[in-house]
């Protein structure tokens, strides 16, 4: 049996300098091998690796992840797949960093099984991916769920299987019931009155200053999950709205259950007939939460309130 090509470590680092050793000495590497490379951290990270390759970096495409995955959900779609399926005839470099310290615990499971995922998403392609996790800053329960996520460890000693690769363990760990919110305004709906769920989400967005695209990028996310629900989810669905933290969180569920893991995720072609909404839903949101099981499933779309 022929190895799997995909290689996904996670890189433990400890201070700046490593930091920059460890991704420079990577990227040159695939460089010499003249592999197309993708770098895809946040802006503070992304400018040290910059300075570290010097004239190297015209030769790599850097990406601010604060930015472009600001919701975890929409990093394999838009910045790992659209970079990969650009280049199907040679091997692949990327370097991925979902997790830093600066991430919320709301938004942390989501990034978990966004780490477990990519294992699935590129089975059998000929990419590495490489994800840094800081050893100094990040909690110890996020390094450990990272050796469940990644097969290969490295650090300043070398690089090791990892003895406890479990991607799968992750996603159902972090697919749990969300604690309820303390003052919502909920409405059922179904298909005679389907459009009010849209009104009362872009109401509450309105009066919180969210316009123009923003306000449309509302609408169309509660447009696509309300017509899962009554597509796939019974025929009915109840939304609740509510603000948290500096977001608008528009919530939706119903009585379906997704059993693909990858839903969402997988980018489209717009020329192939199909469901595209779960996907839209991750390229417009700040960030998408899931629970499923037989019986009900619960998405929740969080959209940063603008700043007035």
């Keep these: 049996m022929l190895a799997d090509p995909f290689v996904h470590p996670a890189l433990y680092y400890r201070g700046d300098r490593e930091y920059v050793a460890a991704t420079t000495a990577f990227i040159r590497a695939g460089l010499a091998a003249d592999e197309p490379v993708a770098v895809a951290v946040p802006a503070a990270n992304l400018k040290l690796i910059e300075g570290g390759l010097g004239s190297d970096a015209a030769d790599v495409l850097l990406l601010d992840m604060e930015e472009a995955g600001r919701n975890p959900g929409r990093i394999i779609p838009s910045v790992l797949r659209s970079f990969a399926d650009r280049h199907t005839d040679r091997h692949v470099r990327i370097i991925g960093e979902p997790i830093w310290a600066g991430r919320s615990a709301t938004e942390y499971p989501a990034c978990a099984q966004h780490e477990a995922l990519i294992n699935h998403a590129f089975t059998g392609r000929n990419v590495t991916i490489l994800c840094p996790y800081d050893a100094e800053r990040l909690d110890p329960q996020v390094?450990?769920?990272?050796?469940?996520?990644?097969?290969?460890?490295?650090?300043?000693?070398?690089?090791?299987?990892?003895?406890?690769?479990?991607?799968?363990?992750?996603?159902?760990?972090?697919?749990?019931?969300?604690?309820?919110?303390?003052?919502?305004?909920?409405?059922?709906?179904?298909?005679?009155?389907?459009?009010?769920?849209?009104?009362?989400?872009?109401?509450?967005?309105?009066?919180?200053?969210?316009?123009?695209?923003?306000?449309?990028?509302?609408?169309?996310?509660?447009?696509?999950?309300?017509?899962?629900?009554?597509?796939?989810?019974?025929?009915?669905?109840?939304?609740?709205?509510?603000?948290?933290?500096?977001?608008?969180?528009?919530?939706?569920?119903?009585?379906?259950?997704?059993?693909?893991?990858?839903?969402?995720?997988?980018?489209?072609?717009?020329?192939?007939?199909?469901?595209?909404?779960?996907?839209?839903?991750?390229?417009?949101?700040?960030?998408?939460?899931?629970?499923?099981?037989?019986?009900?499933?619960?998405?929740r779309t969080y959209f940063d309130v603008p700043a007035r």
Aim: glycine letters at 10%; a negative charge; proline letters at 4%.
């Design 143 to 299: 390094l450990r769920e990272a050796e469940l996520t990644h097969p290969v460890l490295q650090d300043g000693d070398g690089e090791r299987a990892s003895a406890a690769y479990d991607p799968d363990h992750v996603v159902r760990e972090h697919n749990r019931p969300f604690d309820e919110p303390a003052d919502f305004a909920a409405l059922r709906f179904d298909r005679d009155n389907f459009a009010a769920a849209r009104t009362l989400a872009a109401g509450r967005a309105a009066e919180l200053g969210f316009d123009g695209t923003r306000l449309d990028d509302i609408r169309l996310v509660v447009a696509e999950l309300g017509a899962n629900s009554l597509d796939y989810g019974g025929g009915a669905g109840d939304i609740r709205v509510w603000v948290e933290d500096g977001r608008l969180v528009c919530e939706v569920s119903d009585a379906g259950h997704i059993t693909d893991p990858l839903a969402g995720r997988r980018p489209v072609d717009p020329r192939v007939a199909g469901s595209r909404g779960l996907l839209i839903v991750n390229l417009l949101s700040d960030l998408v939460r899931l629970h499923t099981r037989a019986g009900g499933t619960t998405i």
